[in-house]
Structure formats: structure tokens, C-alpha cells
């Protein structure tokens, strides 16, 4: 079965208006709290299960190649090193407990399931990067660790399934 626009152009076309969209709809106070990133993510999710967009395109790996390394560029232009100073340490406690259970469990559970699982080993290092610091840095550690695109669309889906109830 075909999709409706599948062409780069449309795509393109199709992914600004949905990062619009979703911007213009945080004025309501319902889209505010999921954010505008969720709101991308639930209408791409749509777009692609109703056949609208296609599911894999060349854009998409594209977009991803490119987006991800200019992402982590501005990310770290914009962060202030001496705003870090003058946090408390209960942040910075909880950012590294945070970051050091989530390491653990991926560990103990790497180790029960990564020999099950293709590049099981880099499922776990993508998914302590998406729950430290979001689904951008699930695809950075997947572009990192030279993941298959398979594999990343596996991770990106189990990802959705758990976080986006959670998230709502």
C-alpha cells in the first residue's frame, strides 16, 4: 500500500508544518503540558499509521545524519557553565543519581538481554541516553555506535510505547 506524499519535497514540507503546528498549538493548555515535542512525535505517529507518510524514507536518515551533530552543537553553544556553578547540590544529586541508576539497570539488564537481542549492547546504551536526556540522545548514541536503521526504529517504537503513556 502507498502513501499520499512521499515525495522529499512533501516531506519536508509535511515535517515544518508539524513542528508549526504543534508550536502553535501550545497555546492550549492541554498541548502544553504534553510539549511540543510529543505533540510532533503523536502526530508523526498518526501521520505514518494512516498511511499518510511513509513509514522509512531517505529524508528521514537524512535528516537524522545531519540534525542530530548540529543539535549537539547548539546544545552545547547554549549551555552556561557558570549558571551549573551556582546550582544547589540537591540538583546536581539528583542529576547523578538519576544518571547512575538508569546506568545501572541498563547494565544488569544488557547483560540479561543483549545476548538475546541484535546489537542488544547498543539498544542499551541508546536507551540510557533517552532516559537521561530524551530521544535526541537516543539517536545520538545510535549515529555514535553506528546502529542499524532497523534497530534504531526498533528502539525509537519501544521507546514511544513505554514513554509516551507515561509522559500523557
Same mark, same amino acid.
Given at each position: 500500500m502507498g502513501t499520499l506524499i512521499s515525495s522529499t519535497q512533501g516531506l519536508l514540507f509535511v515535517i515544518?508544518?508539524?513542528?508549526a503546528f504543534?508550536?502553535?498549538?501550545?497555546?492550549y493548555k492541554v498541548c502544553r503540558s504534553l510539549?511540543?515535542?510529543l505533540t510532533v512525535v503523536v502526530?508523526?505517529?498518526?501521520?505514518s499509521n494512516t498511511h499518510i507518510v511513509p513509514i522509512s524514507h531517505e529524508l528521514y536518515d537524512s535528516i537524522s545524519t545531519y540534525c542530530v551533530?548540529?543539535?549537539?552543537?547548539?546544545?552545547?553553544?547554549?549551555?552556561?557553565?557558570? &549558571?551549573?556553578?551556582?546550582?544547589?547540590? &540537591?540538583?546536581v544529586i539528583a542529576l547523578v543519581s538519576a544518571i547512575a541508576s538508569v546506568c545501572v539497570v541498563a547494565i544488569v539488564l544488557g547483560?540479561?538481554?543483549?545476548?538475546?537481542?541484535? &546489537?542488544?549492547?547498543k539498544c542499551a546504551g541508546m536507551f540510557v541516553g533517552t532516559y537521561t536526556g530524551g530521544t535526541p540522545n537516543l539517536t545520538a548514541i545510535a549515529t555514535g555506535v553506528d546502529?542499524?536503521? &532497523?534497530?534504531?526504529a526498533a528502539a525509537n517504537a519501544a521507546d514511544y510505547v513505554v514513554s509516551t503513556p507515561l509522559m500523557v
Open positions: 515544518l508544518l508539524m513542528v504543534s508550536l502553535w498549538l501550545q497555546k510539549g511540543p515535542v502526530i508523526g505517529i498518526v501521520l551533530q548540529a543539535g549537539i552543537s547548539i546544545c552545547l553553544l547554549s549551555m552556561n557553565v557558570t &549558571e551549573l556553578k551556582k546550582l544547589n547540590k &540537591e540538583p547483560m540479561i538481554f543483549a545476548p538475546r537481542i541484535i &546489537e542488544g549492547w546502529c542499524s536503521r &532497523e534497530t534504531l
